[in-house]
Structure formats: structure tokens, C-alpha cells
């Protein structure tokens, strides 16, 4: 089953949308998707390598839309739409010690959020709700997600052909290892 994934994957990585399919999720995942659009990039690099930077970019222009979009969220409808996201998340209970603190860091949270698995939907709410100045969240959005997915997309174009044979030899363990990963991201956002 998880072959007959990776195989489908592969094929919809270099369908002629996959670009506008990468977009969409990239601007969900960045305001209320749980899925990263990692799962989406790197099967679309390694199908095409010659389209690495490309196919970052689209991440990076429609991460950081997305972004501004979970920002709006939190800024105009936190009650409605954004209160009850972190609620899921188990995060509705820290809020209001968590916005007194929030601002005093900047803009590092965005960037720590940017880059690493923690998910960048609870930052991108939680700059708006605490009232973090938009171009600060802006312009560290724009460094972070474009440090995550370049760094990706550079690794995949350099070393994409062993990458890809490894992860083919070892399909089974890759899936294992990737919910792991996901599962704990889950895991450390709603317990800290």
C-alpha cells in the first residue's frame, strides 16, 4: 500500500498542476492544514530536480500568503475561527499568558516556527491575535519559509538521486519515520 502512495505521489509530482496543488496547500497549511506542503515538495523535486528553486519558490509565495492570511485570522476573527484552531490544538488554555510574552520575542517565533516542524498556523494566528507588527511577521515569514523550503529544495537538487534511492529502498521505514516526526510535532504542540 504505501509502494502503490509513493508511486501515485511520484506521478502527481509531475503532473501539469502539481505547481497550483503545492500553492494550495502551502497557503492552507500556513493558517489551518495539518499537512506541510513537504509532503507535496519533495516528491515534485525529486521527480524533477531542474525545477527545485521553482517549485520552492511557489512554497515560499504561498506559505507566507497563507500566512498572512492566519495572521488576519487572528487579528479580526479570533473568537470565531482562530480560538477555536488552537483549542484543537490544545493550546486555547495558555493563550492570554502566552500573549503577554509573545510580542517581547519579536520576531523569533515566527522565524523558529518558520523553519522547523512545530506548525507555523499557530504562530501566524497567535501574531495576530497578540497584535505582532505585520511587517516584522512578514519579513520573518519570508526569511524562515524561504530558509526551510530552499534548504529542502538545495538538498534534493544536489544529492536528489540518492535521496530518492534511498527512500525507494527503504520505503517502509521513510513512512515510519515521517509520522513519527508528524506525530511528535502534534505531540510537543499540545503539551507545551
Known sequence: ???????????????????????????????????PPDVLMIPMILARPSRAWLIAGVALVSSVLGGVLGYAI??????????????????ADAMAEFNTRFNDFGFWPV?????????????????????????????????????????VAALLWKFGAPIRDFIERRLGLMFVLFLVILIGGFYVVRFL
Open 111 to 151: 522565524l523558529i516556527a518558520g523553519m522547523t516542524p512545530f506548525p507555523y498556523k499557530v504562530i501566524t494566528i497567535m501574531s495576530g491575535w497578540t497584535g505582532l507588527p505585520l511587517t516584522t511577521f512578514i519579513v520573518s515569514s519570508i526569511i524562515a519559509r524561504g530558509l526551510r523550503f530552499f534548504i
Open 1 to 35: 500500500m504505501i509502494r502503490r502512495l509513493y508511486d501515485w505521489t511520484m506521478a502527481q509530482a509531475d503532473h501539469p498542476r502539481a505547481l497550483w496543488v503545492l500553492a494550495f496547500v502551502s497557503f492552507i497549511e500556513s493558517s489551518v492544514f495539518p499537512i
Open 74 to 91: 487572528g487579528a479580526f476573527a479570533y473568537e470565531q475561527v482562530g480560538q477555536p484552531i488552537l483549542a484543537a490544538m490544545g493550546k
